[in-house]
């Protein structure tokens, strides 16, 4: 195992079986994961973005292994996550932890904040009971809340707060992994900042490594190292933040970044607007899964799947799934809004 890899996901795919008929038998399968293979290193922010409905949220919690995978190898730390039973993998769980979109409905609206982090210290067993109060405090404190709010419940707190509270939580456990699915998108763009940096700056104190998920590459840009674009339940373009801001290689990594908003009014943004919807990952179309919204897409699009894969003009670690990286126009398809 490399020295710094903390989480490496081989051939993961997530399927949701379908059932019909009078004896439920499954008729088909929701592809929601297909195939995805990536690795996270110790102290990295990696990113996975895409529209929803692309298998992110999906992945996240095929890692955390709250849905059980269908295939594919999950080794954290080096060890196989999915050959854990369930009481290892609960004990595994200490590491990994989770920071869900609604802080509200992630927190237990009957207990307090004190009560809440109590519980998750206790679940895992991981501070003894005598050192309970000043961990929580310390928390607290680093997460930006003060001590008299440890007695008040969820309802009494904004939206940024809640979503405070949700992160002491998860680091009272001093987890080596957070996974952050939307953590930030139910918040005011104000309050997200606030928070994208709390994550940022606890990250450097406490040698956290994240896996965030979104649908808005803007909100993920300045917290990652690398950014991992899905569709359709695939990787279709993975590499460094500088790599997928300043080089993006896949059409589909074109149209979300041509999405994110321009804070100059004076100038008008230049978008490629993708048409129709995402398909249905029950069928998802041949060849390349993008070909239906591709404003580039030829016959050869729609009968071979293009792989991952590095070409010129590209770092080592940036690669693309398309058959004509380099050679398509962007500036024929830019609509100005
Ligand atoms: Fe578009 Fe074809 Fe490239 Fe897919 S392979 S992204 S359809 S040009």
Known sequence: MNQTQLLKINGLKQYFPIRGGFFGRKVNDVKAVDDISFEINKGEAVSIVGESGCGKSTTGRAI??????????????????LSLKRKDMKKARKDLQIIFQDPYA?????????????ESMDIQKHVKRQDREARMFELLELVGLQRHQADLFPHEF????????????????DPKLIVCDEAVSALDVSIQAQVLNLLK?????MEL????????LGVVRHISDRIIVMYLGKIVEIGDNESIFENPKHPYTKALLSAIPVPNPKKKSERILLEGDVPSPIDPPQGCRFHTR??????????ETPQLRTTDGMTENHQAACHYINEIDFEKVKARV
């Open 201 to 205: 700056k606890l990250q450097k104190e």
């Open 158 to 173: 904004s939206g940024g707060q809640r979503q405070r509270v949700g992160i002491a939580r998860a680091l009272s456990v």
């Open 209 to 216: 490594t994240y896996l965030f998920i979104s649908h808005d």
């Open 64 to 81: 955390l292994r709250l849905d059980e995978p269908t295939e594919g190898t999950i080794e954290f730390n080096g060890v196989d996550l």
């Open 106 to 118: 992630s927190l237990n609206p009957r207990l307090t904040v004190r009560q809440i982090i109590y």
């Open 294 to 303: 591709c404003p580039f897409a030829t016959d050869l699009c729609k009968e």
